[in-house]
Structures are given as C-alpha cells and as structure tokens.
C-alpha cells in the first residue's frame, strides 16, 4: 500500500546545516498536505513544516527562516533543509502525509535521529 521511510539524520555540530529525506512508496490522494513532525525526548511530538499539493507552506515555531520544505513529485520524495541548526533542535523527525478528504488516510514513517550536539 503507502509506505513512508525517511534517511539524513546524524549528529551534527551546533550552526551546521542537515537535510532529511523522505520517500513515498504508492498512490496518494492528489490533494494532500506533507508534513515534517519532531518529538524530543519527554516532550510531545509537534509539527514542524507542512507543504500542502496545492502550493503554500506553513511553519511550525521558531523554524521559518532556517528551515525548508520541499518535495520532488516525479521521485515521490519530500526534503527538509535545516539550516543553523540548534541543540534544541535535537528530535527524531517524522514524516508525515495526510489526504485531504473525508475520511482520508493518515501515514507516518518510522522517524529519524537529529542530535544537535558539539
């Protein structure tokens, strides 16, 4: 069926740049919205960038301007470039796409490790 799997997490000092990949396998609803989530250890998880199908973004706190979303529709991939990277930066990051209509699926990856660290 869908399947998500996202790869470019690592250690990474402080100020340092990072890119997260995520790779969609399978059909999805044209209109959709393709989100990055992040969940630090004892927080709860929270949204981080949305790239709706139709065009606009929305960024979560304290990430516009350092980060950015993009996808690669002919390669069903979605990207997140992190710039100036943080320690409070330091989540495992979540792909995520949900199809915008009624009762629409909602598919998850498995996450990938960001340590932001010197």
């Known amino acids: 069926q869908v399947e998500l799997a996202e790869s470019g997490g690592g250690l990474v000092q402080p100020g340092g740049s990072l890119t997260l990949s995520c790779t969609i396998s399978?059909?999805?609803?044209?209109?959709?919205?393709m989100s990055w989530y992040r969940q630090a250890p004892g927080k709860e998880r929270e949204l981080v960038a949305t790239?709706?199908?139709?065009?606009?973004?929305r960024y979560g706190d304290g990430v516009e301007g350092r980060f950015t979303i993009s996808r690669d529709g002919g390669m069903n991939t979605v990207y997140l470039k992190k710039n100036s990277l943080k320690p409070e930066d330091t989540a495992v990051y979540y792909c995520?796409?949900?199809?915008?209509?009624?009762?629409?699926?909602?598919?998850w990856g498995q996450g990938t490790q960001v340590t932001v660290s010197s």
């Open positions: 399978g059909s999805i609803f044209t209109y959709n919205a």
């Open positions: 995520n796409v949900r199809e915008l209509f009624t009762d629409g699926a909602d598919y």
């Open positions: 790239l709706f199908s139709t065009g606009p973004t």
